[in-house]
């Protein structure tokens, strides 16, 4: 089923009596095949095809890649994803036909069948949000586009249209001009000295906080020395993306089945408040960004960032990292039954419009990795032509100042990171050196497990000799 997923879409060739006549004989292999993608949840690849041949019959108006959708949705059903179908079209929906470009979807939801609650009375409502079936699969990309269908299968919601147009396009001119002194970041990668595939700035809202910025914080382990002010559009914007951000976030805590209607462990209660931008431009459909988690160091575990996307659009690709188990032998493998419940490692492609705002909630860095994938076609904007400008608005936590976050032998503070890889110690923080990061020089072995208290503010064992904003443990 996995080379459905990213097939192109085909054509509709037979005309209408051959549509008729090849109804009347598919309807009669209807309850044959009828078996929920042979009753694995992978699915089967000749059984998808010809239960997708069928649909394709008897909806031509539908799109291959609508039909598999709604096929998944429907757990591989043919009666079902067709009782939808007509149900749809009954209230006037139909399918959208793809361009070479970034378009519309039809949502899953949409087409979604009435589920039947247990005194088998259609169309219950549950007050519990329920797990959502995983419909990404291992080495393929699932493209969504629509909202609902965005916050339900990743740990993202979109707004589409955010700003007022007449504030996105000045907002977009304006960081334009900005872009064009942004420069690359240079860091060690393996021994390799790299620069960034893309140029970006960093922006923060007073002149004390730039002159900290300055002088006290550390990113891959050296000293900013290009830091600005927010210009005047970023500052119009700010207090509109945190109205929005901290909207989603009670609204995701209310309806997601992941935090059962309270915030998630170590997710800070208080209200999110952006006290600085990164901003990012992509020039062209080449440059892009590749797969990594957010740092943590100054925002704290579950962190919270609203990203406003300007310009051409692009793909902003998000996969589950998957923490491996030891074999017997002590090596990494996979094989075990505790992994078998664990989403498997496909990617979901989210597509993002110029003037739409993504926020990236609790449950994103420490357990997803996302991407900026290269263009290979682009729809040019009319401002920005083939490029795109990101922001990326962040909350910036007092107690996360570098001045309480312990420091290793090289004398910097240390980073803030997160186990993603061994099950045994997954989820777990840590402080360790990051000097290692600048070209020339070599990181220490320090390292320190992070504990924190349930709102995500650190807990400092006494005579660490460590200042702190948090609170002391006794020894």
Known sequence: MDRFITRGKRKAESTLEENVDTTQKVKRTITALHNPIDNNPDGDGESTDIKLAILASLHPDFGHDALLDL?????????????ALKSAQGVGQT???????????????????PSTTGDGNHGGASTTPKKPKLLSRKGATLHLYDPSDISTHTPCTVIHNFLPPSVANRLLVELLEEAKTFGKTTFKLFDNVVSSP???????????????????????GARLSDIRRLTPQLETVRPLVQDAVNHEIQKRIRTHHLYGGKKLKYQ????????????????GPEQNVGWHSDQLTYLGPRAVIGSLSLGVAREFRVRKILPKDKDQDGNSGTTSNANLDSPNEGQISIHLPHNSLLVMHADMQEEWKHCVTPGQAIDPHPIAGKRRINVTYRDYR???HPRYTPRCACGIPTILRVVQKKR?????????????????????????WAEFDDDGRPLWKKGTGTRTAGLELDT
């Open 198 to 220: 893309h140029t970006s700035g960093f922006f923060v809202g007073s002149d004390y906080e730039l002159a900290e910025q300055k002088s006290a914080y550390f990113y891959n």
């Open 95 to 113: 399918a959208k036909k793809k361009s070479s470009g970034i378009t519309s979807q039809a949502s899953l939801r949409s087409f979604a069948v």
């Open 268 to 283: 800070s209660p208080d209200r999110w408040s952006p006290n600085a931008a990164f901003v990012n431009l992509y020039d």
């Open 424 to 448: 045994e110690n997954w989820g777990k923080y840590f402080w360790m050196c990051h000097a290692g990061n600048q070209p020339g020089k070599e990181a220490c072995s320090f390292f320190q």
């Open 398 to 400: 007092p107690e996360f």
């Open 71 to 83: 096929l998944i949705a429907h757990d591989g059903s043919v009666e079902a994803t067709t009782e």
